[in-house]
């Protein structure tokens, strides 16, 4: 059976992709740079952050180009005054929401919010914080998980699941309420399902998950990103 290739124009320019790629798949491809957080290569995609919203046909519509499949002729575009306002929107709430305070945070330097918020000017947040009363888990040997600095991009959920096939990390409530657990709700430390590889830690973007005593920089540099994921995959994905 032969796929279909298909062209399309992202940002003016005239590129092509299989049917059932993805926008941000096609956009990669092409050294065309769309933001994400919760989309990680060899990872399946929930779609959940929306940094990577973009314009198609020039409807003022925005979609998430990590789950919208490419289609003949379509016209993609990945920036605007609209999706800039968008992008920001979203970088602020996500500072808002929890306590992410990058001066004291592990993660400083090497954190993949600190970058977003960079690269798109946000130097402040108009929004009222929240200032949530997180707590901080360090039952682990090894490990730390701090409710404060995570955003919930569920890398360390599917991470676990999909590759590790450990299944320890799970999402309980919802909305701003929600919070990654182990083993549907016991401290990290006495999880019976963790089997300590660290995937987890190796793939959060900020620094609510980390290793005791390493820096985020360290952790990096000893493991680089995905060559190791994909290096450790336990579980075998069809
Ligand atoms: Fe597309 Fe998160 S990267 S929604």
Known sequence: MTTQVL?????????SG??????????RENDISIPTLCA????????????CMVQINGS????????TPIQEGMVVTTQSDKIL??????IELLFSERNHVCAVCVANGHCELQD??????????EMAYRFPALTVDA???????????????????????EIEGAHTWDIKHRGIHSLIVADLDTSWGASETCTGCGKCVHVCPT?????????VAELHKKRPFLPYLLANRTVDRR
């Not at 299989?18 to 956009?27: G, K, Q, R």
């Open 7 to 15: 062209t399309l124009r992202i940002d003016g320019r005239e590129v």
């Open 18 to 27: 299989l049917a059932a790629e993805t926008i941000l798949h096609v956009a």
């Open 40 to 51: 990680l290569e060899g990872l399946s995609t929930p779609g959940s952050c929306r940094l």
């Open 60 to 67: 003022d519509k925005l979609h998430a180009a990590c789950v």
């Open 85 to 90: 306002q968008y992008r920001r929107a979203i």
């Open 116 to 125: 977003l918020a960079r690269e798109f000017g946000v130097d402040h947040v």
């Open 139 to 161: 039952s682990h040997s090894r490990f730390v998980l701090d409710h404060n600095r995570c955003v919930l991009c569920t890398r360390c959920v599917r991470v676990c699941a």
């Open 207 to 215: 620094g609510a998950l980390c290793e005791k005593g390493t820096s």
